[in-house]
């Protein structure tokens, strides 16, 4: 059986940009490579500056590499027909204030060439999925940060993309409105769609994504499956069920034969991905 096509593959990209000052060229990325798989969340994490939205926005054709590819699906992103599996939900986005929550869906649903039950039915789905039901009649110059931000997932969602990429889906929202979000990236795993997150909230990245990248000054300096990232290689725990005081005393000798334990697992204890970011884009700093 072949292999899946990758949701996103970024092989080498390089962009450079020219600046103002004696013309020179900034490099914004330099040679990363990404691969995510259908159904993966993927969460892209670095400082600002460090060449996360650059990356994004190459991927969705927003921008051409000065060398390298980006691909969705198979299709080469600064083709149009790309993007047509693609949700897009950008920091900052531009809702018509006026607008009701369902008036806005309904809006970017026939956008995208819904249209009568079918509409209709999506317009109730989506409110459904980012629990927007209550204010579906709310003008949107009503509504929360939080609020906003979900209707947007929503609106990334509306003609069922195959890949939703989030570029800080949580910026500015309160801890319960971040919690709802979170909540969501994880109903769309479930629903088996690719998530691309780009973010530098690291409890929310670390919650939710199977791969991590960390990109700092242009360069991906450490990528990989998450429980891999955070594992600490010279250290094993173990976890030990209804053990009593001596049992913990005599660990290692007893727990084969005692009959009131049991084992849970056995691996390596985790860092936070906190402490391997900060350890990642700070050694070396001031050499």
Avoid at 14 to 41: C, N, Y
Avoid at 65 to 86: E, Q
Avoid at 132 to 145: F, I, P, Q, V
């Amino acid at each position: 059986m072949a292999a899946p096509t990758p949701a996103v593959e970024i092989k080498g990209l390089v962009k450079d940009f020219k600046t103002s000052f004696r013309r020179q060229m900034l490099r914004a990325v330099d040679d990363v490579s990404i691969r995510i798989m259908p159904g993966e969340v993927y969460g892209l994490i670095g400082p600002n500056g460090s060449g996360k939205s650059t990356t994004m926005k190459a991927l969705l054709g927003l921008v051409a590499p000065t060398s390298g590819s980006c691909a969705i699906f198979g299709k080469d992103s600064l083709k149009v027909d790309s993007r047509n599996d693609v949700g897009f939900l950008p920091e900052n986005p531009y809702f018509y204030k006026h607008l009701s929550g369902a008036e806005t869906l309904r809006f970017y649903g026939k956008l995208c060439g819904l249209k009568g039950k079918r509409l209709d039915d999506r317009v109730s789905e989506l409110l459904a999925l980012v629990d927007l039901e209550n204010a579906r009649d709310r003008r949107l110059g009503g509504y929360s940060k939080g609020m906003l931000q979900r209707i947007g997932l929503a609106q990334a969602m509306i003609q069922e993309p195959r890949l939703v990429i989030l570029d800080e889906p949580t910026a500015g929202v309160d801890p319960v409105g971040s919690r709802q979000i979170r909540d969501l990236i994880l109903k769309l795993r479930e629903r088996g769609i690719t998530v691309f997150l780009c973010s530098h909230l690291l409890e929310q990245v670390q919650e939710v994504c199977d791969h991590v990248g960390i990109i700092f000054r242009g360069k991906m300096v450490k990528e990989g499956r998450l429980d891999d990232l955070i594992a600490i290689e010279d250290q094993t725990e173990i976890i030990i069920k209804d053990a009593s005081p001596e049992l913990i005393s005599q660990i290692t000798a007893l727990v084969g034969n005692s009959t009131t334990a049991s084992l849970v697992r056995t691996g390596k204890p985790r860092t936070t991905l906190e402490r391997l970011f900060l350890r990642e884009t700070t050694q070396g700093k001031d050499s």
